[in-house]
């Protein structure tokens, strides 16, 4: 099975800009989660989306959001950068909600 | 909230020496789960455990989840050069524990390093 892909994988954004991140998750896993990685956070859950639906959040800030489509692909919106933003944005896919998840290589995001 | 502490932060061994790192849970969990992350790298998942008390092996490695369902621990013994990664621990706690919606909460990690 192919495994979880993610698009792009490196972006560089000014402030103020908005972006969009990709996920496609393994074939016949229908949940996908999002995370945030940085070195002085961690690693740090954003959302959950199980059949198109938001499942699960975290502490994150209205600027993230999410949605998951009818094949299980999932997109990660931020709107309104902030220099704090950039991050590793990892997405991650499930057969479980939250259970064993399944990391993609992740979205390198620099604000600047 | 929901907090998972991991201790050590990093930890540097010769190979061939053993490696423990610890997971602790402010609330109860219904699983815990452990990944490996290397250099560069995302996190790949190692294992999942459920149940109180629970003991499992992969090759050298073993995973504990306590009694009380709050902590874990990861040891590995005879440590390799191929062991070198950042180690995280991540405890689910569903809505009625956490009064929120379920909460997958990761650990700070633990970095192994390891010397010839």
């Known amino acids: 099975k192919a495994g979880v892909t993610q698009t792009p994988r490196y972006l560089i954004k000014t402030r103020g800009q908005q972006v969009t991140l990709s996920c496609s998750p393994i074939?016949?896993?229908?949940?996908v989660s999002w995370y945030q990685q940085t070195p002085g956070q961690g690693l740090q859950f954003l959302f959950e989306?199980?059949?198109?639906?938001?499942?699960n959040k975290g502490n994150f800030p209205g600027r993230f959001s999410g949605r998951q489509f009818s094949n299980s692909r999932s997109e990660m919106n931020v709107s309104t950068l902030e220099l704090g933003d950039s991050a590793l944005y990892l997405c991650?896919?499930?057969?479980?909600?939250?259970?064993?998840?399944?990391f993609g290589p992740g979205t390198r995001l620099t604000v600047t | 909230g929901q907090q998972v502490m991991q201790i050590p932060q990093y930890q540097h061994v010769q190979e061939g020496e053993d490696f423990t790192t610890y997971c602790n849970s402010s609330t109860t969990l219904s699983n815990i789960q452990w990944y490996k992350q290397r250099p560069g790298g995302h996190p790949v998942f190692l294992i999942q455990?459920?149940?109180?008390?629970e003991v499992k092996k992969q090759k050298r490695l073993t995973f504990q989840f306590g009694e009380a369902k709050k902590n874990s621990s990861l040891h590995i013994t005879a440590t390799q050069t191929t062991d070198v990664g950042t180690y995280f621990c991540?405890?689910?706690?569903?809505?009625?524990?956490?009064?929120?919606?379920?909460?997958?909460?990761f650990g700070t990690g633990t970095q192994l390093k390891v010397e010839l």
């Open positions: 991540a405890g689910l706690s569903l809505h009625s524990v956490t009064g929120g919606g379920n909460k997958l909460t």
């Open positions: 991650a896919s499930s057969l479980s909600t939250l259970y064993e998840q399944y």
């Open positions: 074939s016949g896993h229908r949940s």
């Open positions: 989306y199980f059949s198109e639906t938001q499942r």
């Open positions: 455990l459920v149940k109180s008390g």
